[in-house]
């Protein structure tokens, strides 16, 4: 009986299984890692039989075979487990469990707000409201669905507006206009979605000032 290695590489732990006899060798960088709804990928090779022979199936999502590369695309669908069944002409070769994590939520932010404030020039040019992931591997292309905008003066609230999605409403910018160094801009009620992934975003409070540090730098995207 010939041997086969199995390897799921999305990259370093190892596990060996014996699956009908077969020694089958796991790896994978993440360390058995994936995220749901994103596309993960995974290389899986099984010595001594052909790319096309090889087939993959999951109880968590779906997993599609690439055309090249030994790569599979795994989208898991829930936070927990996903099996991932290996076979090779209508044999099954070994099954291997993956821990699937919901994408961490990302913070809310202005472009071009540099610390915990935002100097009049640079939120008078700002389109809208964005939003940063750090420390992450994966590129999420988070869709922000909406926030609300309140501007303080001292104790008082000069305005507050409901917005949808992530350029700003006509009553947001007509705060904006009246905006002044020392007034505090906050946003609420922020969220976004990936997918079947929705994250409520921690409130965010930045301070207005007259003159930021990268004021004249010229960004291509806003000319």
């Known amino acids: 009986m010939p041997h086969l290695l199995v390897s799921f590489i999305a990259a370093l732990s190892l596990l060996s299984l014996n699956a009908h006899g077969q020694n089958a060798t796991f790896a994978n960088t993440q360390m058995n890692k994936v995220y749901r709804a994103l596309e993960n990928p995974i290389s899986i090779t099984v010595e001594g039989y052909s790319w096309e022979s090889i087939s993959a199936t999951t109880d ?15 989208i898991p669908a829930e936070p927990g487990t996903g099996n991932i069944t290996v076979y090779s002409g209508g044999q099954k070769i070994a099954v ?33 409201v964005t939003w940063r992931l750090l420390d992450f591997d994966y590129m999420v292309s988070y869709k922000l ?32 206009s009246i905006i002044q160094p020392g007034d505090k801009i906050v946003i609420s009620n922020a969220s976004v979605t990936y997918g079947s992934v929705h994250h409520n975003l921690e409130p965010l409070t930045v301070s207005v000032v007259a003159k930021g540090k990268w004021d004249d730098v010229v960004y291509e995207e806003w000319k």
Request: glycine share 12%; charged share 20%.
């Open 60 to 74: 968590n999502g779906t997993i599609t075979k690439n055309d090249t590369g030994h790569i599979f695309t795994y």
């Open 96 to 128: 291997h469990p993956f821990r699937v994590y919901t994408p961490p939520a990302p913070h809310a932010r202005f472009m071009r707000q540099e610390g915990d404030s935002i100097s009049m020039k640079r939120i008078k040019e700002a389109p809208g």
């Open 145 to 176: 669905d909406g926030y609300t905008f309140t501007v303080n003066r001292g104790n008082k609230t000069l305005g507050s507006f409901a917005n949808t999605g992530m350029p700003f409403n006509a009553g947001i910018k007509r705060l904006i």
